[in-house]
């Protein structure tokens, strides 16, 4: 089944304390992405990247990282986490070749204590 | 990157027909229109895309008029489980720079009454 994956589902966690959100995909696709979703401000993204150890800034990099060193598995590392970073975070993927259309996993809820 | 805006909220009764229009004034030559559906705590789901004039699958119809600066999502005969926000998206392909980078909006919430 074509999918993509995250993990952990939910997280608490407290300040400063590092973490690594899990992204995985089994379709293929160059593209891969990472949006944050907050009460009234929509899906905003956070990181793309095209292809492996290709990466670019979306519209809300601050205070994030990723890493493409394979192909299926684009990881969002937060080195040092904020109160502000408690959201709802979503995975992506899709092809670059033909239609548009993004594959969202099924997020994953972090709460920064 | 091309601005949508969309009306933040609709109601609708059960059967009826339901129209969601995205305005995106600057959208490029080259950027497709894609809707996607998103209900709560999940990821938003494709729903349709198209370039220009209408395109309809099993879901939805798509209406894209000539100057291509607004489109219009219809869905027919709602139902209680089409109640969720969608998103209209409109690609940012800058095929020189190589970048994919895509702006969602706030997105419609709509609620569908029995």
């Known amino acids: 089944e074509a999918q993509v994956t995250q993990n952990p589902r939910y997280l608490i966690t407290v300040t400063g304390k590092k973490l690594t959100v899990t992204c995985s995909q089994n379709?293929?696709?160059?593209?891969m992405s990472w949006y944050r979703q907050d009460p009234g401000l929509g899906l905003r993204q956070i990181y793309y990247s095209m292809n492996v150890e290709v990466t670019d800034k979306g519209d809300v990099p601050e205070g994030y990282k990723v890493s493409r060193k394979e192909k299926r598995n684009f990881p969002l590392i937060l080195e040092s986490p904020s109160p502000n970073q408690t959201s709802l975070y979503f995975c992506?993927?899709?092809?670059?070749?033909?239609?548009?259309?993004?594959?969202f996993g099924p997020g994953t809820r972090l709460l920064v204590l | 990157l091309a601005k949508t805006t969309q009306p933040i909220s609709m109601d609708s009764y059960e059967g009826q027909e339901v129209n969601i229009t995205c305005s995106h004034n600057?959208?490029?030559?080259?950027?497709?229109i894609t809707w996607y559906q998103q209900f709560p705590s999940q990821g938003p789901r494709f729903i349709i895309q198209?370039?220009?004039t209408k395109v309809t699958n099993e879901v939805a119809s798509l209406f894209i008029p000539a100057d291509r600066k607004s489109s219009t999502l219809s869905l027919p005969r709602v139902s209680l489980s089409d109640t969720a926000v969608y998103y209209c998206?409109?690609?940012?392909?800058?095929?020189?720079?190589?970048?994919?980078?895509?702006?969602f909006g706030k997105g419609t919430k709509l609620s569908v009454i029995p």
């Open positions: 992506a993927s899709r092809t670059l070749a033909g239609e548009e259309t993004q594959y």
């Open positions: 600057n959208i490029a030559t080259n950027d497709y």
């Open positions: 198209g370039y220009k």
């Open positions: 998206l409109v690609g940012d392909k800058d095929s020189g720079a190589g970048s994919y980078q895509l702006t």
């Open positions: 379709m293929n696709h160059e593209y």
